[in-house]
């Protein structure tokens, strides 16, 4: 299950985040950059009004005295919060740092956060899981200049969170997202998705979190239903559809024509080493939502392309009908989909176009079996 993490800058806003079912309260000084730390008189009333009932999470601001440091996370882990963030720079003597830090893991949970728009090395993973660290985050340090996904493809960030998983570290993800994003990013399995400017008023971080803006958010993620106790859990659900739908045999068209694609494909030897157009046509039939105008009742077409771009990416494909099944595969994950229509041809062997159409539906089994499964809290590390 992914936990959604918001980040507040005083009391008043945790009791928003709290009210509209954040998973994790975050302490973080959006004035401040992408990192920037509370006061920790501040960071304490906070931890006081959670009282337990969230997780809470602080920020601390890394110097270049490392000595320094130690007493900055010592006096936040006083204050009371579960986890501590803190931005690892990518520079030589990053795993001197992690080594300095590593004896805080006894004390809390040490989340490293990573910049996807500075060119993470994800090398320094192996290192954090030997410290004892309990996460590592991706986010954005230039937050007016893009999104995590403007920086990093699905794919890319699918094998953060897959190499965090085999390192027993937690993962998040955040940068300057925006609902849109929320559907294409669960499928990455990350533990964690991190809010500011989605939670704010016409999307600015700087300005309070919007009660209404929190909640949507809330809205697409898959809740928790209570289970706050810790930020390491596992997630079965991957989808959509929280909201209830509109009537039993009501379904929307959601489609994708004519995506054209080089892509490595063929059987012969002379197909190997190069790429060739192939083009796209998908349909999906999925259950309607009852809702509002936004993106809690629709089921996005992002997530195909997603989809397509993520099994091109894998490489070398002999056949059509291998790209085919694995993308109705992928698109019928989602649990709001009831059939999907794939249409796959190559553009550069004939006159006109070959390929192969395939329709797959989720059998009515598989629907109960794709229903949200309840959250396995693992034990704190």
Same mark, same amino acid.
């Given at each position: 299950?992914?936990?959604?993490?918001? *980040?507040?800058?005083?009391?008043?806003?945790?009791?928003?985040?709290?009210?509209?079912?954040?998973?994790?309260?975050?302490?973080?000084?959006?004035?401040?950059?992408?990192? !920037?730390?509370?006061?920790?008189?501040?960071?304490?009333?906070?931890?006081?009004?959670?009282d337990g009932r969230r997780p809470v999470s602080a920020v601390v601001e890394l110097p270049h005295d490392v000595?320094?440091?130690?007493?900055?996370?010592?006096?936040?882990?006083?204050? !009371?919060?579960?986890?501590?963030?803190?931005?690892?720079?990518?520079?030589? @003597?990053?795993? /001197?740092?992690?080594?300095?830090?590593?004896?805080?893991?006894?004390?809390?949970?040490?989340?490293?956060?990573?910049?996807?728009?500075?060119?993470?090395?994800? @090398?320094?993973?192996?290192?954090?899981?030997?410290?004892?660290?309990?996460?590592?985050?991706?986010?954005?340090?230039?937050?007016?200049?893009?999104?995590?996904?403007?920086?990093?493809?699905?794919?890319?960030?699918?094998?953060?969170?897959?190499?965090? !998983?085999?390192?027993? %570290?937690?993962?998040?993800?955040?940068?300057?997202?925006?609902?849109?994003?929320?559907?294409?990013?669960?499928?990455?399995?990350?533990?964690?998705?991190?809010?500011?400017?989605? %939670?704010?008023?016409?999307?600015?971080?700087?300005?309070?979190?919007?009660?209404?803006?929190?909640?949507?958010?809330?809205?697409?993620?898959?809740?928790?239903?209570?289970?706050?106790?810790?930020? =390491?859990?596992?997630?079965?659900?991957?989808?959509?559809?929280?909201? /209830?739908?509109?009537?039993?045999?009501?379904?929307?068209?959601?489609?994708?024509?004519?995506?054209?694609?080089?892509?490595?494909?063929?059987?012969?030897? =002379?197909?190997?080493? =190069?790429?060739?157009?192939?083009?796209?046509?998908?349909?999906?039939?999925?259950?309607?939502?009852?809702?509002?105008?936004?993106?809690? *009742?629709?089921?996005?077409?992002?997530?195909?392309?997603?989809?397509?771009?993520?099994?091109?990416?894998?490489?070398?494909?002999?056949?059509?009908?291998?790209?085919?099944?694995?993308?109705?595969?992928?698109?019928?994950?989602?649990?709001?989909?009831?059939?999907?229509?794939?249409?796959?041809?190559?553009?550069?062997?004939?006159?006109?176009?070959?390929?192969?159409?395939?329709?797959?539906?989720?059998?009515?089994?598989?629907?109960?079996?794709?229903?949200?499964?309840?959250?396995?809290?693992?034990?704190?590390?």
């Open positions: 299950m992914t936990l959604m993490l918001a *980040s507040v800058l005083s009391r008043d806003e945790a009791e928003i985040a709290f009210s509209r079912g954040a998973d994790i309260i975050d302490c973080k000084a959006p004035s401040r950059g992408a990192l !920037g730390a509370l006061p920790l008189d501040t960071v304490a009333e906070i931890v006081a009004f959670a000595a320094h440091a130690l007493r900055d996370f010592e006096e936040v882990v006083a204050a !009371g919060v579960d986890y501590v963030k803190f931005a690892l720079p990518a520079t030589p @003597d990053a795993v /001197e740092i992690i080594e300095a830090l590593a004896p805080l893991t006894a004390k809390t949970k040490l989340v490293a956060v990573l910049f996807a728009d500075l060119g993470p090395e994800f @090398d320094t993973l192996e290192p954090l899981a030997g410290a004892g660290f309990h996460g590592a985050m991706l986010d954005t340090a230039h937050k007016g200049k893009g999104r995590l996904l403007d920086f990093m493809s699905v794919g890319a960030l699918s094998e953060f969170v897959a190499r965090c !998983g085999e390192l027993g %570290l937690a993962s998040g993800l955040a940068g300057a997202l925006e609902p849109p994003d929320v559907p294409r990013l669960l499928v990455t399995g990350a533990d964690v998705l991190g809010f500011r400017g989605a %939670l704010c008023a016409h999307g600015e971080r700087r300005a309070a979190i919007d009660a209404r803006a929190t909640t949507l958010i809330r809205d697409l993620i898959p809740s928790t239903r209570g289970a706050h106790a810790d930020f =390491h859990a596992h997630w079965s659900f991957l989808g959509r559809g929280y909201i /209830e739908p509109a009537g039993a045999n009501d379904t929307d068209c959601v489609f994708l024509k004519d995506y054209v694609a080089p892509v490595e494909i063929g059987a012969y030897a =002379h197909e190997h080493g =190069h790429t060739q157009r192939v083009r796209f046509n998908v349909e999906a039939d999925v259950t309607r939502i009852n809702g509002s105008d936004d993106m809690r *009742s629709i089921f996005s077409y992002d997530v195909i392309m997603d989809a397509i771009k993520m099994i091109l990416a894998g490489g070398h494909i002999e056949l059509v009908e291998t790209i085919a099944e694995r993308l109705a595969e992928s698109v019928l994950l989602h649990e709001r989909v009831r059939s999907v229509t794939v249409q796959v041809e190559k553009l550069d062997v004939a006159p006109g176009a070959v390929g192969v159409r395939i329709r797959r539906a989720r059998a009515h089994e598989d629907a109960r079996r794709l229903q949200p499964a309840p959250m396995r809290i693992d034990a704190v590390k």
